[in-house]
């Protein structure tokens, strides 16, 4: 008698002790290793004798559904996920529903009906754009306009810098270069920059004619200013912050150190230019600004392109 009576005042107060014994229950156990090793025939069946106990998990009409689809029993599958729909499902549960949703309608040549699922998947934050890429299910529409165009919805929700405004100002510099001192023919080294992190971030690879000045820098926006700040290493270390993309141009400001140990203020400034180069300009100054040093002046062409008309 005691022992049900702390048992039942613990279950009023710390109700997560009953969730958390029926999710170590040998039946739970049982179900979901069968379903994680795709052992659907008899998954769907653990599941189903778990959901006649409790009509309240989502996440196991969820499996229970999927396990019906994966053995080409549609209609109850199709059962199981507007069932889970019903149990209060958050976003991540919801997402997953609706995208399996979407395989069965269009599996089924329901086109519209997998559209909006595969909507809905995506309002609840779905991200797996390389399921609509390679699953058979999708066979049928994939070709089809509004297909294309809820795919990069997705992608969108997967890499989100990649429909920013702000994240796309510095693509003007990814690509393959050969730079050069500008207005000249000398080559002073060559880039690759890159676009990574989903977009977030562009990094640079420089390969200088001087060996010692190789390097490597990481351009992002920094989320304290709001503002480009670009970290570089090779031959030393130095931030460029401040960064805007104004007037066809992305500007940096920077404070270093000169040789005679006196501080200066930079200007780094990337220009997009007209012609499809990219001219790299730094300099400094010792009196805050009223004179100025250019400490180098670079013309990145691209790789396979002319230099003739520089």
């Known amino acids: 008698m005691f022992k049900a009576l702390t048992f039942f005042v613990l279950a009023i107060f710390t109700p997560g002790i009953i969730l958390t014994a029926i999710a170590q229950s ?27 106990d409790t009509s309240k998990n989502g996440i196991w009409w969820n499996r229970m559904a999927f396990s019906y689809y994966n053995t080409g029993d549609y209609e109850t599958a199709l059962m199981g996920y507007h069932k889970a729909l019903t149990l209060k499902a958050g976003p991540p549960l919801k997402a997953s529903i609706y995208s399996r949703m979407a395989r069965l309608n269009a599996l089924q040549n329901k086109p519209e009906l997998a559209y909006a699922s595969i909507d809905s998947a995506r309002a609840n934050g779905y ?16 070709s089809t306009p509004r297909f294309k165009e809820l795919r990069t919805a997705v992608f969108n929700n997967a890499y989100p810098c990649m429909v920013n405004k702000q994240a796309r100002e510095f693509d003007f510099w990814v690509g393959e270069w050969k730079v050069y001192v500008t207005g000249t023919k000398i080559v002073a080294g060559h880039s690759v920059i890159q676009r990574i992190a989903g977009g977030c971030a562009i990094l640079e690879n420089w390969t200088s004619s001087n060996a010692a000045n190789n390097g490597k820098s990481i351009n992002f926006i920094d989320p304290v200013t709001g503002k480009w700040k670009q970290s570089w290493a090779g031959g030393g270390v130095q931030e460029f912050v401040n960064g805007e993309y104004k007037d066809g141009a992305m500007r940096f400001t920077f404070e270093t150190t000169g040789p005679q140990n ?27 600004g009223k004179t100025w040093t250019t400490s180098y002046d670079f013309t990145y062409v691209r790789v396979g392109e002319s230099k003739d008309d520089l």
Do not use: M, W
């Not at 991200?127 to 994939?142: A, G, H, P, S």
């Open 127 to 142: 991200v797996q754009f390389t399921e609509l890429d390679n699953l058979k299910d999708f066979d049928r529409i994939r």
């Open 262 to 288: 006196q501080k200066l203020i930079g200007r780094f400034i990337f220009y997009n230019q007209s012609d499809g180069t990219v001219k790299q300009f730094n300099e400094t100054s010792a009196d805050n």
């Open 26 to 52: 040998p039946q739970v156990k049982t179900a979901d290793s069968l379903y994680l090793a795709g052992d659907y025939a008899h998954a769907r069946i653990a599941y189903k004798n778990l959901v006649n």
